[in-house]
């Protein structure tokens, strides 16, 4: 199976900087250097390159070193063309990898002999080399750090299960990378999942307790709105022993309380106890249908409401808002808005809006007249009533006037 030879195509262009000729502008001038380059594969010299492949056959190859010549734009340039190519390596050759030592022979610069130092450049088979993007790093050792291949780029990440994968900036479209695998984010998930519900939760429960406040701070609690499960396990107990005892309703004997018997024992005579617990007890029976018969018309008359108090509040401030001081007596008293209150100055006119004061606002002569402005005064005509301006000027300052405005009265004097 014979396999094609392969090439590297190789360009570049060389130019400098010189003084300022003779031109238009006052910048450097830009020319391009002579001389040539010189490609030398890197073999000993007592090497060469195995071609088992060759379409010619089986050979073995020397390659020689390739002088080219700078053109007049300063660019590599062989047979009228800018490049040159050479052979290159691959997997079809032995050696299968290599570099060419790239040198710059007679290089000058407006005559003047300059000397770049040498750089190496790979022999890789279908590609292009730019002599520009592979000159040494300065002040790197010869042959120096060289610009290596475009890379590409990660232009994007997701998330693919528990894996993720990565998009790189490849031609002509982008490609993903493989997939990089995190079983921890199973774990995330799960987590997140237990944390949205603990979060639905608190919120349950922060309603929960805001009722709860909300109906503790009531002034009555809603008749039946307190269950035999919302009481604390001693009380539960109490009442069933209550339902249970040889004489129901909290009247028990003494003997149906344990202990009880002797830690009364010679503290007060029997009869004296009994009578004075009994006596006690029927106040507190007593009272107690008054009180609960009280507080349940009080809960009807609030529609059994735990937020009447606040409800209240809240509606009598939708109502009326007291100034902090309150509203001082002098200012509603009769007689309280005086001159001083409308002193000149006192009420600009964008406190008054268009056409709010008539004549029935103010009583018979309340306003004098050295209330009105300057230049104003009072008048009527068919119509009625209205507001005139006086004008005192010349005859020519009369004349000049382009519009004459219909209130207002013109005095011409000579």
Known sequence: MTQPVRYVKVVGNFGGFILDGLDPDDKPDEISLK??????????????VLMPNHPGGSTLRVIDTFDCELDADGDISHRGKKYVMLPALDIWTNPKAG????????????????????????????????LAREFPVPGTPSPGTTRGEDGMSVIAVRRDGSSLVFTRNTQPTPSDLPPVPLPEVDSLASWRDQAHVSAANAATSAVDARTWAEAASAVVLPNGSVTLVKLAAGVQTSLGLADSASQPGHTHAIADVTGLGPALAGKEPAGAAAGAAASAISTLRDGVSAGLNTLSKLAG????????????????????????????????????????????????????????????????GAIALVKLAVGRVTG???????????????????QAIPTKDGNTLYLRTA
């Open 35 to 48: 001389g040539s380059v010189r490609f030398s594969l890197l073999l000993d010299e007592r090497d060469a």
């Open 99 to 130: 570099r060419y030592r790239v040198d710059f022979i007679g290089m000058t610069i407006n005559g003047r002999r300059i000397n770049l130092r040498p750089l190496e450049i790979p022999a890789v088979a279908d590609t292009v080399v730019d």
């Open 301 to 364: 008359a609030i529609g059994n409401s735990p937020t009447f108090a606040a409800d209240t509040a809240t509606a009598i401030s939708a109502r009326y808002t007291r100034p902090a001081p309150g509203i001082p007596t002098a200012d509603i008293a009769d007689g309280a808005v005086n001159s001083a209150k409308i002193a000149d100055g006192a009420v600009s006119g964008a406190k008054i809006a268009d056409g709010a004061i008539t004549s029935s606002k103010f009583l018979d």
């Open 380 to 398: 009527s005509d068919k119509n009625g009533a209205r507001s005139l301006t006086v004008w005192v000027g010349t005859e020519a300052d009369f």
